[in-house]
């Protein structure tokens, strides 16, 4: 009986490990990856706009990104109180002591989130969560690189 109940028991524990490996190869692609490196890949290119008489960093998106684009993404990130003039807020990687308008950072470090809500109470530097749809933004001079659409506060 010793020995059925060894074998019972190292069953039981095989069948254990199965599922939940089982579970965490279904859920793993389901994850996003983390945005902020992902953002990391993207070259910049400094190009002359003559409407503008200046120059500004032009994006050159990757396969990996183009494929994101339009698809439901979170990241996490630090609150900039950086006047945009609409309804959306920046979102950085970094704190703003060493965020992309400070000069510590690259453009790839920040992005304009678009809340489905209005935000109150925020403060600089505040930590916050956001799902929403990932845009890429290569044209508008006037709009950050990445943009979050109907962004959910987590």
Not at 123 to 133: H, S
């Amino acid at each position: 009986h010793v020995v059925d109940a060894y074998l019972c028991r190292r069953n039981y524990i095989t069948r254990l490990l199965q599922l939940f490996l089982g579970v965490a190869l279904f859920v793993s692609p389901l994850q996003s990856p983390n945005l902020w490196k992902v953002f990391e890949g993207v070259r910049f290119e400094s190009k002359y706009i003559d409407e503008e008489k200046a120059a500004f960093y032009v994006p050159q998106f990757g396969d990996e990104l183009l494929r994101m684009e339009g698809q439901k993404d979170v990241i996490k990130g630090y609150y900039l109180p950086i006047d945009l003039s609409s309804e959306g807020i920046v979102l950085s990687r970094y704190p703003m002591a060493t965020c992309y308008f400070c000069g510590e950072a690259g453009p790839e470090s920040v992005m304009m989130v678009f809340p489905a809500k209005k935000l109150e109470g925020l403060k600089m530097d505040d930590e916050l969560t956001f799902e929403g749809t990932l845009e890429l933004n290569d044209d508008d001079v006037y709009r950050l690189t990445f943009i979050l659409t109907d962004a959910k506060r987590l």
